[in-house]
């Protein structure tokens, strides 16, 4: 069973950058692809990028330029790095891990997810 802990959301104004990390354990993480979703108060669960096993990435149009995500299987470990913050990038961040080579924005498509991570940026 792959296990997902995320660190590093928090407070920030808007400009400002945060780095998200998805610590993984339990099974080989190389051998999923992964994704960060994130959900706002009373709205839906929304894709925001995802990286594959061999590293092509995809990002949703309202991040793209902005948001960068990554991983080092050597650390079992993803990041999405978060630059130029805005107020509507408020949201829980949930890291999440398919097992499968490519990419999914379907958040049902993925089978292992992590407990979320608080990022609030003020205007």
């Known amino acids: 069973q792959l296990q997902l802990v995320e660190s590093g959301g928090g407070l920030v104004q808007a400009g400002g950058s945060l780095r998200l990390s998805c610590a993984a354990s339990?099974?080989?993480?190389?051998?999923?692809?992964m994704g960060w979703f994130r959900q706002a108060p009373g709205k839906e669960r929304e894709f925001v990028a995802a990286?594959?096993?061999?590293?092509?990435?995809y990002y949703t149009n309202s991040v793209k330029g902005r948001f960068t995500i990554s991983r080092d299987n050597a650390k079992n470990t993803g990041y999405l790095q978060m630059n130029s913050l805005k107020p509507e990038d408020t949201a829980v961040y949930y890291c999440?891990?398919?097992?499968?080579?490519?990419?999914?924005?379907?958040?049902?498509?993925?089978?292992?997810w992590g407990q979320g991570t608080q990022v609030t940026v003020a205007s």
């Open positions: 999440a891990a398919r097992v499968s080579a490519s990419i999914s924005l379907r958040f049902y498509e993925y089978g292992y």
């Open positions: 339990g099974r080989t993480f190389s051998s999923y692809a």
């Open positions: 990286i594959s096993r061999s590293t092509s990435t």
